[in-house]
């Protein structure tokens, strides 16, 4: 079953430029996306088409099989599709952690019993087991975007989208924030990312690169992040493994291009090993 379809999606807010342009895409259950793409690429916006906070002005969008522009759909689609927003001082909305992450599952009308359950269970998640009578405003802004984090979890939604979420993050929290996403989507559920850093495109299933509200680019991280000269043009960093690559190979290196600095590093100690056998 398709997470998401967008069906020649455009998109204006000010009723003459449009922002999303003839978008086409088509997400699987299951399936870990990143979304890539410049300041005023569209992403954000195509991120609130995911759980109907904006439906398409022309053409269509379905999340789960469903509508988005039919009011009766709203409710599922925003439980199955939980958002998790760049500034976590957007998400939080009680004093004290448990209060925070437990304020979506029982608006959904989750029984008492089960919410505490829920709530221990999405703060083991990320990280945050025994915090729960901590407050909010004394976290830092990390421990914040985790509680955020911690709160659409504990909904329990088929789909996971992260607008950002881990701009705020020092690379530690970055890490962590990849190492729950890579275990949520183990498990089964969807991730759309959107994101501009490419350490955490690598070991996404599949890539989509957006300019100007359109799809410039979509494969997967090795069909996308090995072309550098585009990168480039549309002003997104290239990763340092393929930077690397591409250098070792001007020198003569016979090294493949890749994408993630471990594989890298593997491929050039093959490489000394094999020299030195000879």
């Known amino acids: 079953m398709e997470a998401l379809r967008l ?3 455009w998109f204006t807010y000010t009723g003459d430029e449009f922002v999303l342009k003839g978008i086409d895409l088509s997400v699987q259950e299951g399936e870990f996306l990143c979304i890539l793409g410049g300041n005023g690429s569209g992403k ?9 906070l904006l439906a398409p002005d022309r053409g269509s969008a379905q999340v ?14 925003r439980s199955n599709a939980g958002m998790v927003f760049q500034n976590p001082d957007d998400q939080l909305v009680a004093n004290l952690i448990e209060n925070d992450v437990a304020f979506g599952p029982e608006n959904l009308g989750v029984p008492a019993a089960e919410l ?32 955020a984090i911690a709160g659409v979890l504990a909904m329990r939604p088929k789909i996971l989208v992260l607008d950002e979420a881990s ?8 890490n962590g924030l990849m ?9 089964g559920m969807t991730i759309i990312m959107i994101t501009h850093y490419m350490e955490e495109v690598v070991h996404a299933d599949r890539v989509v690169v957006l300019d100007s509200g359109s799809v410039a680019l979509e ?14 043009r549309l002003s997104l960093d290239v990763p340092f493994a393929v930077k690397a690559s591409l250098a070792l190979r001007e020198a003569g290196v016979p090294v493949r291009v890749h994408v993630d600095e471990d594989d890298l590093v593997s491929d050039v100690e093959r490489l000394f090993a094999e020299g030195g056998a000879q």
């Open 44 to 52: 954000s916006t195509l991120a609130k088409h995911i759980n109907a």
């Open 64 to 77: 789960l099989g469903c509508d988005t522009s039919d009011p009766e759909n709203l409710y599922f689609i």
């Open 167 to 174: 701009a705020m993050l020092d690379p530690r929290g970055r």
């Open 179 to 187: 190492r729950v996403c890579r275990e949520l989507n183990d498990a």
């Open 219 to 232: 494969g997967t991280p090795e069909e996308v992040l090995t072309q550098a000269q585009e990168l480039e």
């Open 7 to 9: 069906d020649d999606a």
């Open 116 to 147: 505490r359950q829920r709530v221990t269970e999405a703060l083991e998640q990320v990280g945050l087991q025994g915090f729960e009578r901590k407050e909010t405003n004394a976290l830092s802004g990390g421990q914040k975007q985790r509680v």
